[in-house]
Every structure is written in structure tokens, then in C-alpha cells.
């Protein structure tokens, strides 16, 4: 021991003292050794092995350095630095410790706790960061999903998802380690306060708990159908790993004497470094391994999951997500964009948004619901009160959707598409062609506004009645319009039904997302 005091430059000498060990110094070097001879040479194979590992896509978003960083770290925290914190608790005999004296060992013995307590903090708060990190990329692949549809429909989409306005948070920026520098800080100050006071064990444990329940509010914003890299589980099996360790190092802290102590905090260290490591790297790749195999050999649904309808997954956030993200991988989103749009074209029509849509023979008249966060996304429509914003908006869809050899071109049969051309070509001719009927309205436009001009009267019922008539007109344009759209909305609806919606439930996705609502 004086050798290693030497080799680190601590001025810490020890004495020669007669055998007094009990059945506490044995099981607590045992641990060590178990610690030295097995726990470190594992954490270091498997930090390797990570290592290896850091050019996978699966294993790069899971922040391969920081792991690693955090792994080492906690190897040599447990091992050397919390040995030599324990040691005036173990040895407290050959210790030259006097309580009388503030002399050089004492002082030496101080730094070195203080330094254990920091790196603690700093292993605590790694973690957390390393969470924290794991949530952020994990939230923004849903919003950046969603901002892409969003895109699609509408190329002037300006996404309000806050982890696309808030790059500071990311892990490409510095803030979050500033932050984590001042909770180090933060956590010492409150550590030295309370020595002052009488006790600065209290704060430490504080703030460790603190850090636990950080923990525990990210595992709760993860939803299970869309935790890809496992950090739902691996955030609650970790967070209730410390929040046991943090509760039985507090009661063991009040209770036992210093040499139980020093023995029940490595034991505890000893359990929960082996516990965490296997979680955050064997566990996690074992679970990876499983998910890639059942998506080699398409391992089918669980067939006593309930089949939720297309309505009912469309209707919900991750329903909805997980569904498109299922039509891009089968190259058919240009459905579901196509069915976004035609439904919002339908409610943009003021003057007949009630008119409903049967989907098959079997149901009654419905509006198609989608999921609350699609009212984010401003389609080009918008509100439909002219003639002019009808026969752009149908030209708009027609041209995106209906025009063979179109990017997004969908797969409706040869007479609706013949239909909505004929549409296209009435209103292409009506517009070129100015008729009698439109000069004669024109006219009569004029002529009421010149005599509006000239008395103070109310509107003739000649005029009131020429406004029903073209309201009426146009009505009817939409009717008609809609129910183009209908044909095309029951056709593509029924596609995705019978066909998309039915491989969705053999994925893996679907089975978590149902299990999920269960």
C-alpha cells in the first residue's frame, strides 16, 4: 500500500500493525479480487467489443464512444478511487489519521474522497447525458419522419417539432456538456455546504436520486412501438437497478458501522457495475441480434393480436407513423399522401364539407379521421369558396396524382381517371369559351354595383337571387368534384386494405404497437 501512495504522489504512509482482520476485511477484499480478476477484465472485453462495433448503424446511435467513456470510467471510479475512499472505513488502524491534527495526510485523505465524490457525479451525470442523447435522436426520427411527409404534401411546411428548432440540444452541440459541467459543480457546492453544516452525505445522495428520476421521466416519453434501439427497457431496468442501489447505499449509510458500511457499498458497487454493464452492452445486443433475425426469416404475427382496422391506425399518432413508415418501405406512399389530400381537399369545400364517403358496401357514410398531429401540416388548398380555388385545387391533385408518369402517380382504375380528366377538359373549355351566361352575369354584376353606387338601398331581389343561383352552381360543381374524389378515395382505400394493411401486420412494428395499447 505504501507503494501505490508513493506511485500516485499522495503523502500517505502506512504502519505495520498486528493481525486484527475479521470476517468483514475477508469478504471485502474477496470482492475486490472479484472485481480486479473478473468484473474490470470483462467491462474491458466488452468496451472492446463496442469498439469494434462503432461503424454500425444500430450501434453508432446508440453513442458507442460515450458508452465506452462511461464503462472505463466506472471501472476505475469502483476499483481504485472508491478502494482508497473505503480504506480509512476497512483499515481504519494503519491509517495515519488523527482527528486532533489537520496535517498533510489528513488533508490528503480529504482530496481524495472529494475527488471520488466528483467522479461519481461526473459517471451519474454521463450517464444521464448518454440518455438524454439516446431520447433526442429517438424523438427527432419520429418528428423528422413526420416533417418529410409534411414536405411532400406541401414543399412550404415549416416543421414546429422542437427537436428541429432546438439544435443546441442535440449531440452535435456543446450546451448539454456545459450543463453537465455545472451539475458537477452544482452537485460539490451542495456537497460542501453540507460538510459544513455536519453532513454532506445527504446532498450527495440528493442529488443522485435527482439524476434517477431524470432517468426515469426520459423512459417515460418512449413509447414502446417506436423504441427501435431498446432504450425504453434499458432506461427502466437501469433506472430501477440505481434507484435499489441509491436506496440501499442510504440505509446502509444511516445504519451500519464504517467497517458493514465500507462492505455493504462494495458489494452493491460490485452487483450493480456487473448489472448495469450487461444491460447497457450484452443485453441490448442480444435483443438487436433477435430483432434482425426475426427480420430475416419474417417471422409472422402473433395471431391472437387484435386486427385493428385501417381507420383505427390511421387515427393515432404512432398508428399513423408507424403505417407510413411501412408505405415508404413498400413503396406505396404516395397512397396514404394521396388519401391525406383528397380528405383535406373535401374539407376545404365550404360549401358542402358534410358530404361523406361510403368505403365499402358494408359501412355507413364516414369521414376518414387522421391523426391529430396532421392538423399541423397546411396542405395548398386551404379553404375552397370560389370557382377559381375549386378548379385549381382539383388541377393541383390531378396533376400530382393522376398524371401517369407523375412522381406520385396511384394505381386507380382507367374510368376514374378518364372521369376526372373529362372534368378538367369541361372546365379547360368553359374558361377559354367565355358564354352568354357568364357575359350575362358579368353584366348584371355591373350593373348592380353602379346601382349601389348611386341610391342607398338594400340589394334587389334580382340580385339576391342571381347570388343563389350561382351558389347553387357551384355546389353542384363541388358535388360533383367530390364524388370524383370519393371513387378515387374508396378505390385506393380499399387497395391499401386489402393489400398494404395486411403485411403491416406481420411486422414487428405493428405487434409492439398493438401490444403497446394493451
Known amino acids: 500500500l505504501n507503494c501505490v501512495c508513493d506511485a500516485m504522489g499522495l503523502p500517505v504512509e502506512f504502519e505495520k500493525v498486528p493481525p486484527y482482520w475479521t470476517i468483514v476485511h475477508v469478504l471485502y477484499f ?12 470483462c467491462a474491458i472485453y466488452y468496451a472492446y467489443q463496442l469498439w469494434q462495433l462503432r461503424e454500425d448503424i444500430f450501434y453508432k446511435r446508440r453513442f458507442v464512444k460515450l458508452t465506452v467513456w462511461l464503462m472505463l470510467a466506472s471501472c476505475f471510479y469502483f476499483i481504485v478511487i472508491r478502494f482508497i475512499a473505503d480504506l480509512p472505513r476497512i483499515l481504519p488502524q494503519s491509517m495515519p489519521y488523527d482527528q486532533d491534527e489537520y496535517n498533510d495526510k489528513r488533508l490528503a485523505i480529504v482530496m481524495v474522497r472529494l475527488f471520488c465524490y466528483n467522479l461519481s457525479h461526473v459517471i451519474f451525470v454521463g450517464l444521464l447525458v448518454r440518455f438524454w442523447f439516446l431520447y433526442f435522436e429517438y424523438t427527432r426520427g419520429i418528428h423528422r419522419m413526420f416533417q418529410q411527409f409534411a414536405l411532400e404534401i406541401n414543399q412550404d411546411h415549416h416543421g414546429t417539432d422542437w427537436t428541429l428548432k432546438w439544435e443546441v440540444l442535440s449531440p452535435h452541440s456543446n450546451l448539454v456538456y456545459y450543463l453537465a459541467a455545472a451539475w458537477v459543480i452544482f452537485a460539490e457546492c451542495c456537497a460542501l455546504i453540507g460538510d459544513y453544516l455536519g453532513s454532506a452525505t445527504i446532498p450527495q445522495i440528493t442529488c443522485y436520486f435527482l439524476i434517477v428520476a431524470m432517468i426515469a421521466f426520459i423512459t417515460s416519453k418512449v413509447r414502446r412501438c417506436r423504441d427501435e434501439l431498446f432504450l425504453r427497457q434499458e432506461s427502466q431496468y437501469l433506472a430501477a437497478l440505481l434507484l435499489i442501489v441509491m436506496t440501499v447505499f442510504s440505509v446502509t449509510f444511516f445504519v451500519f458501522d464504517d467497517e458493514l458500511k465500507a462492505l455493504a457499498h462494495r458489494f452493491l458497487f460490485t452487483v450493480g457495475m456487473f448489472m448495469a454493464g450487461y444491460i447497457a452492452v450484452k443485453w441490448v445486443s442480444d435483443q438487436y441480434i433477435k430483432s434482425q433475425s426475426r427480420r430475416v426469416t419474417q417471422t409472422p404475427s402473433d395471431t391472437t393480436l387484435r386486427k385493428m382496422s385501417l381507420q383505427e391506425i390511421l387515427k393515432e399518432d404512432d398508428g399513423f407513423d408507424l403505417f407510413a413508415m411501412h408505405c415508404v418501405r413498400e413503396l406505396s406512399i404516395e397512397n396514404l399522401m394521396f388519401l391525406f389530400e383528397a380528405c383535406e381537399f373535401k374539407n376545404g369545400c365550404t360549401h358542402c364539407s358534410s358530404f361523406g364517403l361510403k368505403l365499402n358496401d358494408n359501412d355507413a357514410v364516414v369521414q376518414i379521421e387522421f391523426a391529430p398531429k396532421t392538423s399541423s401540416i397546411q396542405t395548398r388548398h386551404g379553404v375552397i369558396s370560389t370557382t377559381h380555388d375549386l378548379q385549381q385545387s382539383f388541377k393541383y391533385i390531378f396533376e400530382k396524382y393522376f398524371r401517369e408518369h407523375s412522381a406520385y402517380s396511384i394505381n386507380v382504375s382507367h374510368d376514374t381517371r ?3 380528366q373529362m372534368q378538367l377538359a369541361k372546365w ?36 339576391q337571387e342571381q347570388d343563389d343561383e350561382n351558389d347553387n352552381v357551384m355546389t353542384e360543381e363541388m358535388l360533383h368534384c367530390m364524388q370524383l374524389f370519393n371513387n378515387s378515395i374508396v378505390e385506393i382505400w380499399n387497395l391499401m386494405r386489402r393489400d398494404t394493411l395486411l403485411r403491416f401486420y406481420s411486422t414487428a412494428e405493428y405487434n409492439k404497437f398493438v401490444k403497446g395499447k394493451s
Open 30 to 41: 474477496t470482492l475486490m479480487c472479484v472485481d480486479v480478476l473478473i468484473l474490470a477484465p
Open 428 to 463: 379547360s373549355v368553359a374558361n377559354s369559351v367565355p358564354n352568354s351566361v357568364a357575359q350575362a352575369q358579368a353584366l348584371s354584376i355591373g350593373k348592380s354595383k353602379v346601382r349601389s353606387q348611386s341610391t342607398e338601398s338594400k340589394v334587389p331581389e334580382e340580385q
Open 418 to 420: 378518364y372521369a376526372m
